[in-house]
């Protein structure tokens, strides 16, 4: 079922070995990755210093962009949790005094999202 919550626009865990693996370059010393999922391509990275959004573009994924969120930099966020008729999950994260989101993602029926808002808190109230 792994593949296809995964085309159905749900997150699934990814190892933290494989994850370090694979952002390597991106990691800085002394950056550990604690927490991270996999949506279809993309990353959502919690590390003990920042949140990493990894979005894999075009038809090979090999054009990447890497966001990177110092978690001292977001001010707020929001969960909206899937319902009866409303299938889609929300978060949403908005940087420093922006009005709008930076960040809005979506994920259908996803059982993660108590476990990324609990993790963002955590990471964004220490």
Known sequence: MGL?????????DKSIAATEKELADVLIPGEEVDLSFVLVRDLMVFTNKRLILVDKQGMTGKKTEYKSLPYKSISRFSVETSGHFDLEAELHIWISSAVEPSVSLQFRKDK????????LAAAVLR
């Open 112 to 119: 993660h999202i108590v476990t990324i808002q609990k993790a």
């Open 4 to 12: 296809f919550d995964g085309l159905m626009g749900n997150a699934n």
